[in-house]
């Protein structure tokens, strides 16, 4: 398995749980480059835009989707598990960016 994680991976695990949600997206915004890969698939097989629905953290799931982020097509996804955000304008687009849903 390669583990292809990202700074952004990292952040997103981990290091956003100290942070003011108002600094979140402009930390992520600071991380993306022109050329990233926001398609890169950590050691658990989650891309950035997974870890980001999986926290709930919806202005950064936003943005990623605006960035063209993508989910792993070999990720397991558990139903229901983004039920929440079902609701939401730009649910559609996740569910058209990989194996969702």
């Excluded at 290091?15 to 926001?38: G, H, M, T």
């Excluded at 870890?51 to 139903?79: F, K």
């Amino acid at each position: 398995m390669v583990d292809s994680s990202t700074p952004i991976h990292s952040f997103l695990t981990e290091i956003w749980r100290f942070y003011d949600k108002s600094q979140l997206l402009p930390c992520i915004k600071a991380l993306v480059e022109p050329s990233c890969n926001l398609s890169l698939q950590d050691r658990t097989v989650r891309t950035v835009l997974h870890i980001a629905l999986d926290a709930r953290l919806e202005d950064i799931v936003t943005y990623l989707l605006e960035q063209n982020a993508g989910l792993s097509a070999t990720a397991t996804v558990l139903p229901d598990m983004w039920s929440w955000a079902t609701n939401k304008t730009w649910f559609p687009k996740v569910s058209s960016s990989g194996s969702c849903c």
